[in-house]
């Protein structure tokens, strides 16, 4: 009697097989997770190779394609193919997608935990040495010569294995992490407020959540993971940004001060400096990692909730 498919790959995957040639086996991917972008999901090098190599890069270009395709694409063997049959699994019971309810519900006590539980799936050396660099649980972050010199490897080593550590936390994170740092940024913005570590304890308190890590931590690798994420996890870092349209942004905002001889709140201030005259087209984002930078336009977060600048 025929192997059936189950009893071909030895598990339930998600395969059938071709009419056509009743011995392929062909990729089903459903209908819902189609639209999943695959660098956003979590895969191996292995399996980022294999799909690179026939072109993928959603989920729905996988369905109906031979499992000989990606045999036959070379440096993919029955393990890579079944971290693919997991994945796709993974995907439609739902794994990295939010439903409506938990969009709308959404509230930093959320990321903080989905960050705590992705920092589990770092190895355990590694784990440690990420922690230092980032300030996990000591303040403040250690160089990358100091912790090469603790573990007796070099400097270029430390670096290779924090840039590694955050791929793997992206790529675990996937749509979820992704859509959780687009609502702090959103918050940043319209708050006018850039991420602190005091504003990640408030949060914190406020929803009765422990964090597991210092709150410098969360800043520093959100920062990371997200480049245009306003964070501030050492405060107002003074010195020049080395970015001239945020020195130019500084510069200006800098200047009305000056000529108003006067403290506004960063509410104010981005307004003032959008207003013809200014800089108008400058973004929330911009004149929060302007200020963050500048040497000239110490910042003010007395109340903890109105933060003020001034010209220095």
Same mark, same amino acid.
């Given at each position: 009697?025929?192997?059936? %498919?189950?009893?071909?790959?030895?598990?339930?995957?998600?395969?059938?097989?071709?009419?056509?040639?009743?011995?392929?086996?062909?990729?089903?991917?459903?209908? =819902?997770?189609?639209?999943?972008?695959?660098?956003?999901?979590?895969?191996?090098?292995?399996?980022?190779?294999?799909?690179?190599?026939?072109?993928?890069?959603? *989920?729905?270009?996988?369905?109906?394609?031979?499992?000989?395709? *990606?045999?036959?694409?070379?440096?993919?063997?029955?393990?890579?193919?079944?971290?693919?049959?997991?994945?796709?699994?993974?995907?439609?019971?739902?794994?990295?997608?939010?439903?409506?309810?938990?969009?709308?519900?959404?509230?930093?006590?959320?990321?903080?935990?989905?960050?705590?539980?992705?920092?589990?799936?770092?190895?355990?050396?590694?784990?440690?040495?990420?922690? =230092?660099?980032?300030?996990?649980?000591?303040?403040?972050?250690?160089?990358?010569?100091?912790?090469?010199?603790?573990?007796?490897?070099?400097?270029?080593?430390?670096?290779?294995?924090?840039? @590694?550590?955050?791929? *793997?936390?992206?790529?675990?994170?996937?749509?979820?992490?992704?859509?959780?740092?687009?609502?702090?940024?959103?918050?940043?913005?319209?708050?006018?407020?850039?991420? %602190?570590?005091? =504003?990640?304890?408030?949060?914190? @308190?406020?929803?009765?959540?422990?964090?597991?890590?210092?709150?410098?931590?969360?800043? =520093?690798?959100?920062?990371?993971?997200?480049?245009?994420?306003?964070?501030?996890?050492?405060?107002?870092?003074?010195?020049?940004?080395?970015?001239?349209?945020?020195?130019?942004?500084?510069?200006?905002?800098?200047?009305? *001060?000056?000529?108003?001889?006067?403290?506004? %709140?960063?509410?104010?201030?981005?307004?003032?400096?959008?207003?013809?005259?200014?800089?108008?087209?400058? %973004?929330?984002?911009?004149?929060?990692?302007?200020?963050?930078?500048?040497?000239?336009?110490?910042?003010?977060?007395?109340?903890?909730?109105?933060?003020?600048?001034?010209?220095?």
């Amino acid at each position: 009697m025929p192997k059936t %498919t189950e009893e071909q790959t030895g598990a339930d995957y998600p395969l059938q097989q071709n009419e056509s040639q009743s011995v392929q086996q062909c990729l089903v991917v459903p209908e =819902r997770i189609q639209h999943l972008s695959t660098t956003e999901l979590p895969r191996s090098v292995r399996l980022e190779g294999a799909l690179d190599k026939l072109g993928v890069t959603k *989920l729905g270009d996988l369905n109906g394609v031979p499992v000989s395709r *990606l045999r036959n694409g070379g440096n993919c063997g029955q393990v890579t193919i079944n971290e693919l049959f997991k994945l796709i699994e993974r995907a439609n019971a739902g794994e990295f997608e939010l439903s409506e309810s938990e969009k709308k519900q959404f509230k930093f006590a959320t990321l903080a935990r989905f960050t705590d539980e992705l920092v589990k799936v770092i190895d355990k050396r590694d784990r440690v040495i990420f922690l =230092r660099r980032f300030g996990g649980n000591t303040e403040p972050a250690q160089t990358l010569e100091s912790i090469g010199t603790r573990f007796h490897v070099t400097r270029e080593r430390i670096r290779q294995i924090e840039t @590694k550590i955050l791929i *793997l936390l992206s790529s675990e994170g996937g749509p979820k992490l992704k859509f959780y740092l687009e609502r702090v940024v959103a918050y940043c913005c319209e708050e006018v407020y850039p991420l %602190t570590p005091e =504003r990640v304890a408030r949060w914190a @308190k406020e929803q009765k959540y422990a964090l597991q890590y210092h709150p410098s931590f969360y800043v =520093r690798l959100y920062a990371d993971l997200w480049p245009d994420l306003p964070a501030w996890p050492d405060g107002q870092k003074v010195g020049y940004s080395h970015a001239p349209r945020l020195d130019a942004v500084a510069k200006c905002l800098e200047d009305k *001060l000056r000529e108003q001889n006067t403290s506004l %709140t960063l509410k104010k201030a981005l307004a003032m400096l959008q207003a013809p005259g200014g800089y108008p087209q400058v %973004t929330t984002v911009e004149f929060l990692q302007a200020l963050g930078r500048s040497p000239w336009l110490p910042v003010q977060f007395d109340d903890g909730k109105n933060p003020k600048v001034s010209a220095a």
